[in-house]
């Protein structure tokens, strides 16, 4: 089955801290994987995806094949950086274009 | 800019009522896709449309239909609300072969 793993629904860091948030996959095959985020009041937009390879606001994500992880990483966290972010994963299914969406983690990053 | 627009921010629906969820693209995009938002349970798939007049179920697809008569439009349908389908419900649409989707805002549906 394919399915998205976000392991922590809060993570609270203070300013200037490093933060990792966490995402875990099953796919059988290569798998397309996203962070998505949604800053308060705002529509939800794609923050990076794995085969841009790129960094997007200071974060980076690598794809990790033996541990079947795509975590999002930040050396510095910002005030900015709270908001709500998704890991996704492309599915399988006949349009091959679907979404599969992890539960979320709320990121609080406070001075 | 991609848009992705939903007729309503918010809406307010007595149980039983048949309801209508708009959404329209403007950057003709084949694939379009409704997601409902729950705190807790992320985004979980209802519906998807790869073309006009094609559809295919998501992971959640019980209680509700959609129509696809136009490219740029796809809609939701309740066909008899329950409080149970209170929630945020974002419209997105992905260009084929693009796999990056594009969100509406979003419309709040309070079931009452």
């Known amino acids: 089955a394919q399915r998205v793993t976000q392991p922590e629904k809060l993570l609270s860091v203070f300013k200037g801290a490093p933060v990792e948030l966490k995402c875990n996959y099953s796919y059988s095959g290569s798998p397309e994987l996203f962070w998505y985020v949604q800053y308060s009041r705002q529509r939800l937009q794609l923050l990076l995806r794995h085969i841009s390879r790129e960094s997007i606001k200071g974060f980076t994500a690598d794809l990790n094949k033996g541990e079947t992880s795509f975590h999002l990483k930040k050396p510095f966290a910002q005030e900015e950086d709270s908001a709500m972010y998704y890991c996704a994963l492309k599915g399988a299914n006949q349009a091959g274009t679907a979404l599969i969406f992890g539960k979320g983690t709320t990121l609080s990053v406070s001075s | 800019d991609v848009k992705v627009t939903q007729s309503s921010r918010y809406l307010v629906k007595r149980t039983g009522e048949k309801v209508f969820l708009e959404c329209v693209q403007d950057?003709?995009?084949?694939?379009m896709f409704w997601y409902r938002q729950d705190p807790g349970l992320g985004l979980r798939l209802i519906y998807f449309s790869y073309d006009v007049k094609m559809k295919e179920k998501g992971d959640i697809p019980e209680g509700y239909s959609v129509s696809r008569e136009k490219k740029e439009r796809f809609s939701l349908i309740l066909e008899s609300a329950s409080t149970n389908q209170t929630s945020m419900y974002l419209c997105?649409?992905?260009?084929?072969?693009?796999?990056?989707?594009?969100f509406g805002q979003g419309t709040r549906l309070t079931v009452v």
């Open positions: 997105a649409s992905s260009v084929n072969r693009n796999t990056e989707a594009f």
């Open positions: 950057m003709d995009h084949e694939n």
